[in-house]
């Protein structure tokens, strides 16, 4: 019998609720398929600054460090939100990413037919988008030196941060977004600034060098702005997407919403070597929080890609996507996806749904 372990951080807001239906899916999928799943609970985000006075205790960090995968929740909440940036949840997430090394964040946004509806996009904008959002995680603006607050020659308060790329950042994303086009419809759209940052001149200059190893990709470059624009005009005309740190996490976002909700995307963050760190591209929801109204269906599908490109379990990935398109068939919505004729659930409910789902599946092993 395969036996991985499991990190398990649950973090804040919505997260507990949504990781702890998660946990329950992603168990059964796996013993269906002849996997024991150790799980291993540890905090991160608020609910670690609030126990142990740190967003990422080094405990948390070495045990992710030593597990096969990692599966977060969210983190982040008004409580710490005016935290100086050492003590706030979201420098523990970073810090967690950084640790990992899971320099290549994979974003999919796939409209599903059965939520076409529930998309702001007209059904034939919507229909049948499937789109790979190749992200930069560990670089950029988030990690740029020099950072900080301080005076100018005024003597007026200011902010300042820095977009910085090295060429070896850029080839790495660009080999894994090259790679993940080419099992895909063979299409590569970087997106970058390059008309205004020095940081994107580099970027495209990478990237484009990086292209004469895949003849078989098209790659094609746009600027974030018109990409913003384009994204909602006719997303149907991209297949992956690769580009910054900041840049792909509000095009993953923007992207989200065409495919019906931010409840609805996973993501998969890999690095070298080492374990990948999964989540949901949503965050802890606070105006939700505590309500059992939270869509899980994100996070789900954040084990399905645990599975499918952390342990290399395929079918056990493909268990978990089934149930969550069957228990979407059956009708079952929460309320960021509900529309009218469907069945408004909760949280639980829909992880209970998805279970049944797993449970009634034809066994593969
Ligand atoms: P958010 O993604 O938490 O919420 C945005 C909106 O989407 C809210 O109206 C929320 O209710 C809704 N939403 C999000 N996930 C949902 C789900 N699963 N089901 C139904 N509705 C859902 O973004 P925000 O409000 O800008 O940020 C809230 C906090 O989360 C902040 O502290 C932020 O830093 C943090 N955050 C964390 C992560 C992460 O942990 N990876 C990601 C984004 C934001
Ligand atoms: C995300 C989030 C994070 C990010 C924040 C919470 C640091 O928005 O995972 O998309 O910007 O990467
Ligand atoms: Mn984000």
Known sequence: KKRYSVTLLPGDGIGPEVISVAKDVLSLAASLEGIALQFEEMRVGGAAIDADGVPLPEET?????????????????????????????????????AGLGVFANLRPATVLPQLVDSSTLKREVAEGVDIMVVRELTGGIYFGNPRGFGKNDNGEDIGFNTEVYAASEIDRIAHIAFETA????????????????????????????VASEYPDVQLSHM??????????????????????????DILSDEASMITGSI???????????????????HGSAPDIAGQDKANPLATVLSAAMLLRYGLGEENAAKRIENAVLET????????????????????????????????????TT
Not at 223 to 247: C, E, G, H, S, W
Not at 263 to 281: D, N
């Open 223 to 248: 600027y974030i702005d018109n990409a913003a624009m384009q994204l909602v005009r006719d997303p149907k005309q991209f297949d992956t997407i690769v580009t910054n740190n900041i840049f792909g």
């Open 61 to 97: 960090l070495s045990v992710a460090r030593q597990s096969d995968a990692v599966l977060l929740g969210a983190i982040g909440g008004y409580k710490w939100d005016s935290n100086v940036r050492e003590l706030k949840p979201e420098t523990g997430l970073l810090k967690l990413r």
């Open 182 to 209: 080419r099992k895909r419809r063979g299409r590569l759209c970087s997106v970058d600034k390059a008309n205004v940052l020095e940081a994107s001149v580099l970027w495209r200059k990478r990237v484009t060098n």
């Open 263 to 281: 409840g609805m995307l996973p993501s998969a963050s890999l690095g070298e070597s080492g374990p990948g760190l999964f989540e949901p591209i």
């Open 328 to 363: 979407l068939d059956k009708g079952f919505r929460t309320g960021d996806i509900f529309s009218t004729g469907k069945v408004l659930v909760g949280c639980r409910r829909m992880g209970e749904e998805v279970l049944k789902s797993v449970d009634s599946q034809i066994p």
